[in-house]
């Protein structure tokens, strides 16, 4: 069954626009929406790739990959193979329509993305579910962590399987206040400061990322799949914090 979807990735950052094209094949096989999409690189190459989506209720995730193509004539003809997380949920949008709507995972940077409009039969989807923001453009690495946080912990709302990482979300965020109250207190020396960023924020927090999950029996394999990506999310964002902070790297958190 062929049908008119669009994918939109939105940016959070100041240097690319919003990615937006047509699904090249979208079918619907039961209760599984799959979508093949082909879009064009900046260097004139192109990547394609295809994903599977339920059409139901709740939250879902999903690990995928697409495969980018060199342009035509270029000196090395090598695809490369490019991994990514999604997870969100399908709900029903102000104009009319339904939509899954979530958060697409690459390489360390998070991007909310929408698919829409899917045809819907049979199950109902709730019209009042809480939406990933579009995070704003960060210029450091903990406001990028920071931005980062804020989009997942919405998809903790109302889902009674990832209750257990409230807490670690919670944790995290007075951390993050404590550091921000002490870069902002004049009182407090910048070697006074790096020493505590060094010796107790990082611990702490490289603590909170360590944490172990744990999950109710039973939970469905689309939760735990859910619960992965956020873990993962957390550690590619979370450490480079850490990193920053012993002075790891050539960025800085304040």
């Known amino acids: 069954m062929m049908e008119s979807v669009s994918l939109v990735w939105v940016s959070n950052s100041i240097e690319w626009e919003d990615v937006r094209l047509d699904a090249r094949h979208v079918s619907y096989e039961g209760d599984v929406l799959r979508v093949n999409y082909v879009g064009q690189t900046d260097d004139e190459g192109h990547y394609e790739g295809e994903f599977e989506l339920a059409l139901h209720e709740g939250l879902q995730g999903l690990e995928g990959e697409y495969t980018v193509y060199p342009p035509k004539g270029a000196s090395e003809q090598f695809a490369q193979v490019v991994t990514f997380g999604l997870t969100g949920q399908i709900k029903l949008q102000p104009e009319g329509y339904y939509a899954f709507v979530g958060i697409w995972d690459e390489s360390g940077m998070a991007n909310e993305f929408k698919v829409a409009p899917l045809q819907m039969s049979g199950q109902a989807v709730p019209k009042s579910v809480v939406s990933v923001p ?12 920071e931005s980062s946080l804020a989009a997942y912990e919405l998809l903790l709302v109302g889902v009674t399987g990832l209750a257990s990482l409230q807490p670690r979300f919670d944790g995290l965020k007075d951390l993050l206040a404590t550091v921000r109250q002490r870069q902002s207190d004049d009182a407090i020396s910048s070697e006074a400061l790096t020493d505590y960023l060094r010796e107790e924020a990082s611990a702490a927090l490289e603590s909170l990322l360590d944490e172990p999950i744990t999950l109710p029996g039973g939970t469905p394999a689309d939760i735990r799949r859910v619960v992965d990506n956020l873990a993962e999310a957390l550690r590619q964002y979370g450490y480079p914090v850490c990193a920053s902070w012993l002075g790891l790297d050539d960025q800085t958190a304040h």
């Open 134 to 145: 579009n995070t704003p453009a960060s210029t450091d690495v903990l406001s990028r962590f």
